[in-house]
Every structure is written in structure tokens, then in C-alpha cells.
């Protein structure tokens, strides 16, 4: 897994901007594309700088990532902040933002920012063997979930991964006949039921709101 950052996304909705009023976010590769698009419907100075989203896979090594590349954004000059919720990091995500004085996503992952977190929890109360899709995770459950885990090698393997699980629920931010059949598909695949809660982009649009100040 390569753990280099893509290119950045401009928004390049306000090329007058200066480089102290644009916004430099180091993103999850999950949320970097939803994130530059309201930044361009939204014209805000926003440059998305994506991470791998396999590193989801490996949350001990996001931190040493987001550091990385945010030093080299702030030796730069530039405005910088995370596009990540804690996302398995166990704090150390928050240790780096501290020791450079970065903000980031609220949460424990991108779950809540899509949902919120009251609302999540509740799904969990409700059903503690929930698991989680967002519209990424849709598109790329095969590649990022099936083929990572070996899945699709030794599909008896389902059960010891997914044993303790009793139903899938998908965030569905943007909704689609073809995603829904991709989250059943997904949902199939690992012999679960599926519930769909629409979304939409709203929880993550206030947060780079506030991301931007």
C-alpha cells in the first residue's frame, strides 16, 4: 500500500485568494472528493491534499502521514487542517494537531461527522453488531474491504470477520440506483441485511465550515 498523497484537489473557485485565505486540508482519501466539491459549490478557498484511504487499514501509520505532509504544507506557508476524525489513532492524530497547532474533524471517525454522533450512537445502542458503509465504502467494498481482507480468495473466511455483525447500515450521502445496488451487493456479499439512512453532505459541509472559520 502506498502511503503518498495523491495531488491536490483545487477547488480553484477563487483563484483571487491569497495563500493566507485558502485553506490547505489534509484529507482521507473517503472524504477528500465530497470535500472539494462543496468547497467548489460553496466557492471556498479550499485545496484538498488526500491521503490513501487504505490507510484505514493501518490507523497506526495516520498520524506519522498527516505529520508528514503537514510540515511540508506549513513550511510552505500555508493554512493547514485535518480532514480526518480520530479514526483509529487512539489520540495520536490529536497529538500531532496539538504539536502544530492543526484542527481537525470532530469524532471518533468520518461516520460521525456524516451522521453525527447522536445519531450514530443510536444505531449502535440499537444494534450493537452495526456495521458501517459511507458512499466510498459502496464504491469500493470489493476492492478496500473483500480484497484486503482475503475475501474473495477464501470467502470462508466471511464468518470469522463477520460473525458477530447482524446488519449493514449504509450513510447514503448521495443516493443512486446504482449505489443502492453496490450496497446490497456489499451487504449480500458478507450475508447481511441492509439498512439505508440517507445522509446527504450536510454534517460534513458545517465541519469544514468551521475547519475554514
Known amino acids: 500500500m502506498s502511503s503518498s498523497p495523491t495531488a491536490p484537489t483545487s477547488t480553484t473557485v477563487s483563484s483571487t485568494s491569497s495563500a493566507s485565505e485558502r485553506l490547505s486540508l489534509i484529507a482521507c482519501g473517503a472524504l477528500a472528493q465530497p470535500a472539494a466539491e462543496i468547497a467548489a ?52 492524530l490529536d497529538e500531532v494537531c496539538r504539536e502544530l497547532g492543526l484542527e481537525r474533524l470532530p469524532g471518533l471517525h468520518c461516520y460521525d461527522v456524516f451522521a453525527g454522533p447522536d445519531r450514530l450512537a443510536g444505531f449502535f445502542a440499537e444494534q450493537p ?3 458501517v458503509l459511507t458512499d466510498f465504502l459502496v464504491r469500493s467494498f470489493a476492492r478496500t474491504v473483500l480484497r484486503e481482507l482475503g475475501l474473495d480468495r477464501h470467502p470462508e473466511l466471511r464468518d470469522d470477520y463477520f460473525g458477530a455483525y447482524t446488519r449493514v447500515v449504509w450513510l447514503a450521502q448521495e443516493p443512486s440506483e446504482e449505489l443502492h445496488a453496490l450496497a446490497a451487493q456489499a451487504a449480500g456479499a458478507i450475508g447481511l441485511p441492509l439498512t439505508v439512512v440517507d445522509t446527504g453532505h450536510a454534517g460534513l459541509e458545517r465541519e469544514l465550515a468551521t475547519l475554514l472559520g
Not at 41 to 57: E, K, M
Not at 58 to 77: F, H, N, S, T
Open 41 to 92: 459549490a460553496r466557492g471556498w478557498p479550499l485545496v484538498v491534499h488526500p491521503l490513501p484511504p487504505l490507510l484505514h487499514n493501518q490507523p497506526q501509520l495516520i498520524a506519522g502521514e498527516v505529520r508528514a505532509l503537514a510540515e511540508r504544507l506549513l513550511a510552505d506557508g500555508d493554512r493547514v487542517a485535518v480532514g480526518y476524525a480520530d479514526c483509529g489513532t487512539y489520540g495520536a
Open 129 to 131: 453488531g452495526t456495521y
